[in-house]
């Protein structure tokens, strides 16, 4: 039996012929640009220690984001789509106001980029080899500024003070961990070498932040054609574009995993098409920019999986060729390392199943969980509609790994949007709360909420027969044996 793709009630051409929904969607969105240009303008750079007007101005997007969402579905269709390309644009534009606020993994992609259009593996040297000096921008490493005891400060709160080496020479970066080798595969480097060609080593965060915004606008015409296409709800596509995460994470951040979104989301679309082995090179390509997408694939091999199977794989394998060719086993990279920085190799970074389990067995249980869940996936999802398992698979692995970071939620939003399923929004908004506090109980307690919210929805979606099936299992299974 395959899940049915998600309910969704035929577009309404009844919807109240007034302005005031329209007038009412437009104001929201604006205030949404607005507020979203006085984070990244008045705010700085984000500062643990004084998470205050962070958070009001998070709570106060989010808020301003669901009554948008309420107003624009009162809009007939029509008009409805210009407003969703125009705000998505709007509020993407905002984002580009200032430089990184929360995050400075732009700068490693600058200086990887600036480091290969050198004739340079990225993955060859240090960021702080003193082999590298001469490429050095001044807004990326810049000259410390000395203290009365000999230490050194940095004057851009982005940066912070290290030493070249060997030399031990003072410098400031703008790098975070500058004294290991990249992380990334071998397609964001790609991306990052193709934006510094363009733009040259000066240009400082406003390129990768214009990348992310011309990204984010594809995914919302790709969203409103695809939704369109298949007769649901193309109002949808505001829930990518005018998301809060995606202004901040995708743009003002300019995070890489917008680029493997864009990619898995085109694989999904190409292989619900029948169009295996293009959806399967798009999917290799976006496992190579940043290998968690690989997490979007399962859903796509319910049907002649060994078309996606091998195309991704070749794909993947093309990409990494010159890298493997110039710096052999070094394309790993700083991965062997983050995974062990952020607690995946002793379990302790699996925030739950800290609750259920001890460390020592949490990523045993982790696997199990997430093979499960792959397994149901692959076996449940309808082949013509995927975007309801990718939705499942992606929103429960990040339940279960619970990241640190809240971007990597980004390649879950364009498949809430294609099934329609809002709730998942609490996935997101879980992990953002990782952001502003330390504390594992709160974190825990908001992974949990999430996780009640989804469950909830979930029970309500299967209306006052699919309830009575669920509290008789036997009759349900007698049910699925006659299908």
């Known amino acids: 039996m395959t899940l049915p793709a998600p309910h969704r009630s035929p577009l309404d051409s009844t919807v109240v012929p007034t302005v005031v929904p329209t007038v009412a969607a437009a104001v929201l969105a604006a205030a949404m640009a607005g507020l979203t240009a006085y984070s990244v303008i ?6 643990r220690a004084h998470p205050t007007a962070f958070i009001a101005c998070t709570v106060g997007l989010w808020a301003l984001f669901i ?25 993407g534009g905002a984002a580009m106001a200032g430089p990184p606020n929360t995050s400075t993994d732009s700068a490693r992609y600058a200086w990887d980029g600036i480091v290969q259009n050198a004739g340079i593996s990225p993955y060859k040297y240090l960021p702080v080899a003193d082999a590298l000096a001469p ?21 851009d709160p982005r940066a912070d003070p290290t030493f070249s080496l060997p030399s031990h020479e003072p410098l400031c970066s703008a790098l975070n961990r500058p004294k290991v080798p990249t992380i990334y595969p071998a397609a964001a480097e790609i991306f990052f070498a193709g934006v510094r060609l363009i733009t040259g080593p000066s240009a400082e965060y406003w390129p990768l932040q214009l990348t992310g915004l011309l990204m984010s606008l594809a995914i919302t015409a790709m969203l409103i054609v695809a939704l369109r296409r298949r007769n649901l709800d193309p109002r949808w596509a505001a829930l990518w574009g005018w998301s809060p995460i995606v202004a901040t994470e995708a743009i003002t ?66 990409l990494y060729v010159p890298y493997v060719i110039t710096t ?31 460390a020592s067995a949490s990523l045993v249980v982790a696997a199990v969980l997430l093979l499960i869940t792959a397994i149901l996936v692959w076996w449940k999802t309808n082949p013509d509609a995927p975007w309801l398992g990718q939705l499942v698979m992606i929103g429960t692995t990040l339940l279960i790994v619970s990241p640190r970071y809240p971007w990597y939620a980004l390649l879950l939003v364009p498949f809430i949007a294609l099934s329609g399923r809002w709730e998942w929004f609490a996935v997101p908004l879980a992990l953002t709360v990782r952001l502003f506090t330390s504390n594992q109980g709160v974190y825990q307690a908001a992974i949990a909420a999430a996780i009640v919210v989804i469950i909830a929805m979930a029970l309500w979606r299967t209306g006052p027969d699919g309830r009575a099936r669920l509290r008789h299992p036997l009759a349900m299974l007698r049910g699925v044996s006659r299908t």
């Open 42 to 47: 008045a705010l700085g750079y984000f500062d």
């Open 67 to 91: 009554l948008a969402i309420l107003a624009l579905r009162r809009m007939k269709t029509r008009p409805a789509i210009a407003l969703v390309l125009i705000g998505s644009a709007l509020i």
């Open 135 to 155: 490429l050095r921008p001044d807004w990326l490493f810049a000259a410390p500024l000395a203290n009365a005891d000999g230490s050194y400060r940095c004057a």
């Open 253 to 318: 951040n300019s995070h890489i995993d917008i680029l493997g979104t864009l990619l898995a989301l085109v694989a999904t679309l190409l292989v619900s098409r029948g169009l295996r082995f293009r959806g399967g090179i798009a999917l290799g390509a976006a496992i190579a920019v940043k290998l968690v997408p690989v997490i979007a694939a399962p859903a796509l091999l319910r049907r002649q999986p060994w078309k996606v199977i091998v195309a991704s794989i070749v794909a993947f394998a093309v």
């Open 328 to 358: 052999g086993i070094a394309v790993l990279g700083y991965l062997p390392g983050y995974l062990s920085e952020e607690g995946y190799n002793d379990g302790s970074r699996f925030a739950l199943l800290a609750l259920f389990v001890p």
